[in-house]
T-cell receptor, first 116, second 112 residues
C-alpha cells in the first residue's frame, strides 16, 4: 500500500489564482480530512469527509472547497488564493469507527503552498 | 470547543535522560488521544493511540498515559537518543468523525 499520497509537494501561486491539492489513499478508508499547519498555530482542520458524497466544514473552511466523489480521493480546492493561505497542508485518512473504537489516522507527506 | 495545550513548548536534554512531555485538554468527552512525531519538513507519524477507556499504551521506549477525568496525558521517553529529536504533537479525537484537535507541539532536542 502507498498509504496517503499528496500532490504536489510544493507549489507557488500568485494572489487570485486557483488550484487543487490532490489527496489519495489506497487503504479503503471511509474518513478523510484536510489540515493546515502554520507556525505558532499548530494543525487546524479545514474540511473532512465521512464517506463518498459526504463532506463537512472544520475549524477554518473559508476559501477552500472539497468534494468526495470516490472513497480514494479527497481533493482540496483553493478558489482564489490569498497570502493568508500560505501554509503546509496535510491530508489524513482513517478507517473511522470500528464498533465503538475510533481507529488511528494516517497522514500524507504534506503540500507546501506559497501564495505571493 | 476542545482546546489542547502542550507543555513545555521546547525541551533540550542530554542523551540518556528520561523525559516527560505533557498534554492537557479542556473537554474530557473524547474518543481517543494520539501522540505524533513530526520531523522538520516532514509529515506526521503516529506513535501511540490511547482509547478513552484505556489508561496507558507502551511502544518500546515510549509510554503514554491518559487521565481522561482530569484532561491530561503524558508521553514518557526512556533513555533518550539524538534520533528522538523532533516535534511531538498531542491530538484528541472528540467529534466521532475521526477529526483531531491538535496541541502546538513540544520541540525536543536530544544532544549527544
Amino acid at each position: 500500500n502507498a498509504g496517503v499520497t499528496q500532490t504536489p509537494k510544493f507549489q507557488v501561486l500568485k494572489t487570485g489564482q486557483s488550484m487543487t491539492l490532490q489527496c489519495a489513499q489506497d487503504m479503503n478508508h471511509e474518513y478523510m480530512s484536510w489540515y493546515r499547519q502554520d507556525p505558532g498555530m499548530g494543525l487546524r482542520l479545514i474540511h473532512y469527509s465521512v464517506g463518498a458524497g459526504i463532506t463537512d466544514q472544520g475549524e477554518v473552511p473559508n476559501g477552500y472547497n472539497v468534494s468526495r466523489s470516490t472513497t480514494e480521493d479527497f481533493p482540496l480546492r483553493l478558489l482564489s488564493a490569498a497570502p493568508s493561505q500560505t501554509s503546509v497542508y496535510f491530508c489524513a485518512s482513517s478507517p473511522g469507527l470500528a464498533g465503538a473504537i475510533q481507529e488511528t489516522q494516517y497522514f500524507g507527506p504534506g503540500t507546501r503552498l506559497l501564495v505571493l | 470547543k476542545q482546546e489542547v495545550t502542550q507543555i513545555p513548548a521546547a525541551l533540550s536534554v542530554p542523551e540518556g535522560e528520561n523525559l516527560v512531555l505533557n498534554c492537557s485538554f479542556t473537554d474530557s468527552a473524547i474518543y481517543n488521544l494520539q501522540w505524533f512525531r513530526q520531523d522538520p519538513g516532514k509529515g506526521l507519524t503516529s506513535l501511540l493511540l490511547i482509547q478513552s477507556s484505556q489508561r496507558e499504551q507502551t511502544s518500546g521506549r515510549l509510554n503514554a498515559s491518559l487521565d481522561k477525568s482530569s484532561g491530561r496525558s503524558t508521553l514518557y521517553i526512556a533513555a533518550s537518543q539524538p534520533g528522538d529529536s523532533a516535534t511531538y504533537l498531542c491530538a484528541v479525537e472528540s467529534s466521532g468523525y475521526s477529526t483531531l484537535t491538535f496541541g502546538k507541539g513540544t520541540m525536543l532536542l536530544v544532544s549527544p
